[in-house]
């Protein structure tokens, strides 16, 4: 199983990003995937997820409305559209499926 991340940089307050995560060794349409991040001194964070099958959406609340979760299983892509985003959006962020980890992908904005 690999879980391999990308789109990491550094925007400004208000800026818009957008993470990828390229998933390999598993059914990719099976699984749930999930973003988490984690913050510098703070415990992992559940950002968005999307469970198999019937794409059931969950966000954290300090990102929905802000943050889209989106699958391409032609590409086992599962992707992140980040809008709006804030200071206290930095962080690693990570790719989660069917018990592996991504190797995370910093995200850090600032003024």
């Known amino acids: 199983v690999q879980l391999v991340e990308s789109g990491r940089g550094f925007v400004q307050p208000g800026g818009s990003l957008r993470l990828s995560c390229v998933a390999s060794?598993?059914?990719?349409?099976?699984?749930?995937m999930s973003w988490v991040r984690q913050a510098p001194g703070k415990e992992r964070e559940l950002v968005a997820g999307?469970?198999?099958?019937?794409?059931?959406?969950q966000y954290g609340r300090s990102v929905e409305g802000r943050f889209t979760i989106s699958r391409d299983t032609d590409k086992n892509t599962l992707q992140l559209h980040m809008n709006n985003l804030k200071p206290e959006d930095t962080a690693v962020y990570y790719c989660?499926?069917?018990?592996?980890w991504g190797q995370g992908t910093q995200v850090t904005v600032s003024s």
């Open positions: 989660f499926a069917y018990g592996h």
């Open positions: 060794g598993f059914d990719f349409t099976t699984y749930t």
């Open positions: 999307i469970t198999g099958a019937i794409d059931h959406i």
